[in-house]
């Protein structure tokens, strides 16, 4: 949510046009904002991923893979617990 003030030295009532204009412009500043902050979430994510991948690369073990996986995910989206399972 945001605001656009426009400042004039008189008075004056803004042209359909200028109005339109101005609606137009804050729909994409509010997209580019949007994107902004999907971005950053997108960033976030990316380097989540990364520490994740690189504690389960530190073993060969599937029980330790799973343990260090559960935990960081846990850790790092900061929830009270996560819980993996070797199915099959």
Do not use: C, H, P, W
């Amino acid at each position: 949510m945001g605001i656009i003030s426009l400042y004039t030295s008189e008075i004056r009532e803004f042209r359909k046009e200028e109005i339109e204009f101005l609606s137009i412009l804050a729909t994409q500043a509010a997209v580019a904002i949007e994107n902004a902050q999907l971005f950053q979430k997108l960033r976030d994510y990316v380097q989540i991923f990364l520490k994740l991948a690189g504690g389960i690369s530190s073993s060969l073990d599937i029980k330790t893979i799973l343990q260090t996986l559960t935990e960081d995910i846990a850790k790092n989206l900061d929830v009270k617990a996560s819980i993996g399972k070797i199915v099959g």
